[in-house]
């Protein structure tokens, strides 16, 4: 695995602990899910709040849940790389189990449902729900938004995705997504 990667893999890694108990759990994921949920209105236990953390569950359960090589609930930033390296980089289409995810945060976050993602909207998904500071969420979506229109497409945004999670050019901007690092 290159080293940008673990790196970029270690940030998101911290913003998911929620709790910095330095290992993640079905809980991490749930109040990754909840602040999410609460930075775009979503109050508590409606359809659309259980949806989300359907979706957050969903993806512990096929994604995070199998790299516990230990079995005890937790996974460790070593398991998470290994399971990372053969559940994702491994496999051919193995960014396709991260998309899932990032499609629900994206119809989280248009508001509006322009299949836009303003820089307002960005924001509050990344400050509010991963806590990733304000100024770094602006700084992001500046990066992302190459052409200064105003917004981000879905496309551009799982394209950023996929730059993060497998990219190696360490001048990508995508490599700012979920802050600095």
């Known amino acids: 695995m290159a080293d940008l990667i673990e790196r970029k893999l270690r940030h998101f890694f911290v913003l998911m602990d929620r709790d ?23 109050v508590p236990g409606s359809p659309a709040h259980k949806a989300v953390r359907a979706t957050y569950r969903r993806f512990w359960e096929d994604v995070i849940k199998p790299m516990d090589a ?19 980089l491994d496999e051919s289409d193995g960014y396709e189990r991260i998309r899932p995810l990032l ?3 994206i119809d989280i976050a248009d508001t509006d ?14 400050t509010h729900g991963f806590g ?3 100024d770094e969420s602006a700084e992001a979506f500046a990066l992302l938004d190459e052409e200064a ?13 996929a730059e993060y999670f497998l990219g190696t050019d360490p001048d990508a901007p995508a490599n700012a997504l979920f802050g600095r690092f």
């Open 20 to 42: 910095g108990s330095d290992t993640l759990e079905l809980a991490d994921y749930l109040a990754t899910a909840d602040g999410v949920s609460a930075s775009f209105g979503l």
């Open 70 to 88: 230990d079995d005890d609930g937790h996974v460790t930033f070593a398991e998470y790389i290994d399971g990372f390296t053969q559940g994702v």
């Open 103 to 105: 499609d629900a945060l």
């Open 113 to 126: 449902g322009d299949g836009r993602i303003t820089g307002e909207e960005f924001a509050r998904g990344l």
């Open 132 to 134: 990733v500071p304000a």
């Open 149 to 161: 229109k105003g917004h981000l497409t879905r496309d551009e945004l799982q394209r950023a995705s």
